[in-house]
């Protein structure tokens, strides 16, 4: 056995000692490991990044216990990754040491694809039954009626109003709270929200709704470009504001990444964003032809680009977990809500997403060379964390995605595809490129329009909505960066390779394999 082997062997024998040093002064800590999958994880994290910068020693003075939040149950300060750019561990490596002239550190880093690429699989993964979604979730579930109004399009309901109806309705909303965009928006909900108010007998109702389709991903993908189209078209509308992120992030407290948990966003107020176009359908409804023309055929749109691939709360939230993996997933409680929903998914090619992804989101001391040291030290933590679990329970590790500088698990796109098929139907799942989209709207926009059975358009509107400018493009300043190295794009397009293969298979598309294998060997 090797000095490294044995090492490693550590990990999985007792809890590690960590020598850090966190200042010019010797600073040290202790990391206990408890035998669970995410607590060794974490224990693997910080010694793989010890022993990548040369700061792992053998002895510790102070006592660390990184899971006291989680075990105590008290989330609310328990501080969660700013970014994947602003990730800081216990061990503190200074700056980066890899050269990239060296053939070593180039022979090295091969090496770690060609590991990774060894061990990738796709298995199944289990289902959980509706009952433990509603012993998970049992107040969402209790909002819900049994069926949706059966003459409208989009899925909606007559929910009874409680209370008085002078009562300000989104005084308690927590998008409200903590955001000025949705302040000023359900400000003017204020001032109409009683003349769309339903009154029978000595009853109020009010109309709810939820999306009939969702933009879930991916980011740095023309989320935004399509969604903005998509709200030129006269049936089509949306959440008050892109992005809610409700189901991955807002329903288990997180408002910012770097503010840890908050109070858990209730179901209602999540409902309260599609107001604007619920009061459009009632109006229908009610037969106030003035306001109604063509009401009945609206359909609400949701677009949150994390929605397809961000289940990073669940290790916080979910004890049973199965060698790692979540026992639930969000399409899982989506699926249990709107089993008849539709998805449209915007992929580009994952090399060129996380290049965008790290020029986006940066925010110093950016180059093609930084990033090449962030992919090749995030690539070896992905690589030791293959060694210990599985594919799905290294894409799915909070712990993993919180210590890659760089997200390369939001590329792995066929990982988060397979498990969205397992619960929905295909022809449920719309999945474009945003290479064809920008070469060429109009065609992925008529998909777009016959995947949501949208009526036909003027020549105007339908010029208006394919011929204006691209949105969310690269800032000017990130554009004179440059591209990213060459042998950055070899390496990442070996390691993409496997991945692109079994989504080019599943899709039946091979655009989907975007480049070919880079000539590395």
Not at 7 to 26: G, I
Request: with cysteine.
């Amino acid at each position: 056995m090797t000095q490294t082997d044995y090492k490693f062997s550590l990990l999985r024998e007792r809890p590690l000692l960590l020598q850090v040093e966190d200042s010019p002064m010797n600073l040290f800590a202790v990391l206990e490991v408890k035998r669970d999958p995410h607590r060794r994880w974490s224990a693997l994290i910080c010694f793989r990044k010890a022993r990548l910068y040369g700061f792992f020693f053998g002895l510790m003075v102070m006592f660390l216990i990184m899971a006291s939040y989680v075990l105590t149950g008290d989330k609310k300060g328990l501080l969660l990754t700013p970014s994947p750019y602003h990730f800081t561990t216990l061990v503190n490596p200074g700056p980066l040491t890899f050269n990239l002239s060296s053939a070593k550190d180039y022979a090295n880093i091969k090496l770690v694809v060609k590991t990774i690429a060894s061990k990738v699989e796709f298995s199944l993964r289990p289902i959980p039954s509706r009952k433990d979604l509603v012993h998970s979730e049992p107040h969402m579930f209790s909002v819900l009626p049994r069926k949706f109004l059966p003459d409208v399009k989009n899925p909606c309901w007559y929910e009874e109003h409680n209370g008085n109806i002078t009562t300000d309705p989104y005084g308690t909303n927590l998008y409200a709270r903590y955001s000025k965009r949705y302040r000023t928006a359900f400000d003017h909900l204020r001032n109409t929200f009683r003349e769309h108010l339903y009154h029978r007998g000595s009853k109020y109702y009010r109309l709810r709704c939820l999306p009939y389709f969702y933009i879930i991903g991916q980011p740095k993908c023309g989320t935004t470009d399509l969604y903005d189209r998509l709200r030129l078209h006269p049936d089509v509308r949306f959440t008050t504001c892109k992005e809610p992120h409700w189901w991955t992030r807002k329903r288990f407290g997180i408002i910012r990444l770097s503010e840890g948990f908050h109070d858990r966003y209730p179901f209602e107020d999540y409902l309260d964003l599609f107001d604007p176009a619920a009061h459009q359908i009632h109006d229908h409804l009610q037969g106030n032809s003035s306001r109604s023309l063509n009401k009945h055929n609206i359909i609400i749109g949701e677009a949150s680009a994390s929605t397809m691939w961000d289940n990073n709360a669940w290790v916080y939230f979910y004890d049973n977990a199965t060698d790692g993996e979540p026992p639930f997933l969000i399409q899982d409680f989506v699926h249990a809500v709107q089993p008849d929903a539709r998805f449209i998914v915007m992929l580009r090619d994952p090399v060129e997403r996380l290049y965008s992804d790290y020029l986006y989101f940066g925010i110093t001391n950016k180059s093609a060379e930084d990033f090449h040291e962030k992919v090749s030290e995030s690539l070896q933590l992905f690589e030791g964390c293959l060694g210990e679990f599985s594919m799905r329970s290294c894409v799915y590790n909070t712990t993993l995605n919180n210590a890659m500088p760089v997200r390369l698990q939001v590329g792995l796109y066929i990982v988060y595809i397979l498990d969205w098929l397992s619960i929905f139907h295909r022809d449920q799942i719309l999945v474009l490129r945003l290479e064809d989209h920008a070469s060429n709207r109009k065609y992925t926009m008529h998909q777009v329009f016959d995947f949501l059975s949208l009526g036909p358009l003027t020549e105007q509107k339908e010029a208006e909505i394919t011929k204006s400018p691209a949105s969310n493009t690269r800032r000017p300043a990130d554009k004179n960066l440059g591209p990213m190295l060459p042998i950055t794009k070899e390496i990442l397009r070996d390691f993409y390779f496997p991945f692109n293969e079994k989504l080019a298979k599943v899709l039946r598309n091979e655009s989907f394999l975007w480049e070919s294998r880079s000539k590395l060997t």
